[in-house]
């Protein structure tokens, strides 16, 4: 009866050898697709950060250019606003991101110039190439940034 009790123990003690490793190959998987989101996470991140300034600096410029104030030489505006051109706002905010080289660094980028009776809004969107990529996961995602600038003249 003892051996046979022995033998048993023995015979359990082999079975259970090989569930380590399951778990051990389990963990690595669950550290590699951590790791692939936190660095995509990162890329897209820093490329929104790079289109956000774009915008920004557009929306700015734009606003500067489409300010039409001639009306403020000639007497002040008093509590008005600046008159913003819608086609000088689209032009500058083109010229601006062609100066800056906005196209070649993020190739496929997308513009909108939306011009409101005192300010300019400027969307990008821009796709973003990922370092690593998720089995299932977007193939080519964007990522949009906005800017906006406001024509107002200060009253005191």
Do not use: C, N, W
Not at 17 to 46: C, E, K, N
Not at 62 to 70: K, P, Q, R, T
Not at 107 to 118: C, F, I
């Amino acid at each position: 009866m003892t051996d046979r009790g022995a033998g048993r123990r023995a015979d359990r003690r082999r079975d259970e050898r090989g569930q380590t490793s399951v778990i051990i190959i389990g963990f690595a998987v669950v550290v590699l697709l951590l790791v692939v989101v936190v660095v995509d996470a990162g890329a897209a991140y820093l490329k929104r950060q790079s289109l956000d300034s774009l915008a920004d600096g557009a929306a700015l410029y734009a606003a500067d250019a489409a300010a039409e104030g001639g009306e403020a030489y000639r007497g002040g505006l008093g509590e008005r606003d600046l008159h913003l051109s819608a086609d000088v706002a689209r032009a500058a905010v083109r010229a601006y991101l062609r100066a800056g080289g906005a196209y070649d660094a993020h190739p496929g980028l997308r513009v909108s110039v939306d011009v409101r009776a005192d300010a300019v809004l400027v969307e990008i969107v821009a796709p973003v190439d990922l370092p690593l990529t998720l089995p299932g996961g977007p193939e080519r995602p964007t990522v949009r940034a906005t800017g906006s600038a406001v024509v107002r003249p200060e009253v005191r």
